[in-house]
Every structure is written in structure tokens, then in C-alpha cells.
């Protein structure tokens, strides 16, 4: 069965200082990745997502920038955190192209950031 | 853990009746929908999804209804338990592109004893 994880599950960073947040997908190949943002009283908002290795397509302009250094590892980076960058990150996972099932979104367990 | 979605609508129900938890979604186009639970601090879990070649499906204690007409998903809770306290969202989906998911705001379901 496929799994995902994504670590770190809490993190608390001063403004200005780096950040990386990794997922990983086990169980399946190809899949494409996606990082999403959840703010307090607010929906799931897409940042990025990928359909393969090294390709990824920013939905929201910002501080923050995905890599996909291998087929199921998705990587959620900033060289400097804002106070803004605060929040609750989702790292998930749908069957690649080609797949003919639903295409459903398997989401992580999350990582709260908190930036003071 | 993280509070997500503080000034969320909030459905409270007595410990086993049934919930109804109503989502309207945007784009006619639409043809697949999912119904996600997210408890405190942890990732939304899939309960139950539809595709728009259909207006009712069942699981376990759960059943969606999609009223294509009026652009309206439900999620009915059979006798609902502590443990299904959650936020809950949904999820529409077109052509099959994961990126094209757009998710509702999510309403909060607290189950009285």
C-alpha cells in the first residue's frame, strides 16, 4: 500500500533563517506531488505541484520554492522565512498520468511552522 | 495541536443522530468529488468520493449525495460518534488534474455526549 510522509511535524524558526520541509511517497511511482498551505479559518491553498522529476509549477507567487530531486521525494524550501510564511503545510500525493483510477489526493500528516 | 479553521461554521449534533454536512461547489464543469475529515494537528483523510455520473454514494456510516442541478454535495453521518468530531471539506476536481482540486472552507462538526 502507498504511504506518505513529510517531516519535519513542528518547526519553529526565527524571520529570516532558511527552511525545508521534505515529503516522501512509498508505494507507487510517478506519482505527482503537490505542497498546499493551510492558513487558520481558511481553506487548503496550492502552492506547488509537480508531475514529475525536476518539474514543478508554482500556483502562488511567494517566498517559498518545491524541488523534486527524485520521483517520490518533494522538497518545500525558503532561503528567508517571512512572519507571513506561518502555517500549516500539507505535502500530498495523486496518481500520475497515465493512471486511469480516481484521482485521489492523499494528504501527510502536516508540518506546522511557526515563524517568530 | 493546530486549531485549523477558527471561525469556521460549526454543525453540533447529539451523540448518535445523524449529521448533514452541505458543501456548494463552484464549477459546473466539475466531475469528481471527495470528502476529506481533518481532525486537530493531523492531514485531511479521504472518507468518501463521487464522480458526477452518479447523485448517491454509501460507505460505511457515510453517504454522499450530489445534486449536480444546484451545484450541492452533501455528506450524511449515520449516528455520529465522539470520534467523528473533525472539520470537515470538500473537494471538486476536473478533468482529472490533481492541480485542479479546489477544496471548500470546511465546516466543524462537534458531537455532544
Known amino acids: 500500500s502507498q504511504t506518505i510522509h513529510q517531516w519535519p511535524a513542528t518547526l519553529v524558526q526565527p524571520v529570516g533563517s532558511p527552511l525545508s520541509l521534505e515529503c516522501t511517497v512509498e508505494?507507487?511511482?510517478?506519482?505527482?506531488l503537490y505542497w498546499y498551505r493551510q492558513a487558520a479559518g481558511r481553506g487548503l491553498q496550492l502552492l506547488f505541484y509537480?508531475?514529475?522529476?525536476?518539474?514543478i509549477s508554482s500556483e502562488v507567487p511567494q517566498n517559498l520554492s518545491a524541488s523534486r530531486p527524485q520521483d517520490r521525494q518533494f522538497i518545500l524550501s525558503s532561503k528567508k522565512l517571512l512572519l507571513s510564511d506561518s502555517g500549516f503545510y500539507l505535502c500530498?500525493?495523486?496518481?500520475?498520468?497515465?493512471?486511469?483510477?480516481?484521482?485521489?489526493?492523499?494528504f501527510g500528516a502536516g508540518s506546522r511552522l511557526t515563524v517568530l | 495541536g493546530e486549531s485549523v479553521g477558527l471561525h469556521l461554521p460549526t454543525l453540533s449534533v447529539q451523540e448518535g443522530d445523524n449529521s448533514i454536512i452541505n458543501c456548494a461547489y463552484s464549477?459546473?464543469?466539475?466531475?469528481?468529488f471527495i470528502w476529506y475529515k481533518q481532525e486537530s494537528g493531523k492531514g485531511p483523510q479521504f472518507i468518501i468520493d463521487?464522480?458526477?455520473?452518479?447523485d448517491k454514494r454509501q460507505g460505511q456510516r457515510v453517504t454522499v449525495l450530489l445534486n449536480k442541478t444546484v451545484k450541492h454535495l452533501s455528506l450524511q453521518i449515520a449516528a455520529t460518534q465522539p470520534g467523528d468530531s473533525a472539520v470537515y471539506f470538500c473537494?471538486?476536481?476536473?478533468?482529472?488534474?490533481?492541480?485542479?482540486?479546489?477544496f471548500g472552507p470546511g465546516t466543524r462538526l462537534s458531537v455532544l455526549p
Open positions: 464549477n459546473s464543469a466539475s466531475d469528481y
Open positions: 500530498a500525493w495523486s496518481p500520475g498520468t497515465g493512471n486511469s483510477g480516481a484521482n485521489v489526493l492523499t
Open positions: 509537480s508531475v514529475g522529476i525536476g518539474q
Open positions: 463521487i464522480r458526477s455520473n452518479m
Open positions: 508505494g507507487t511511482s510517478n506519482p505527482n
Open positions: 473537494a471538486e476536481n476536473i478533468d482529472n488534474y490533481g492541480q485542479n482540486f479546489v
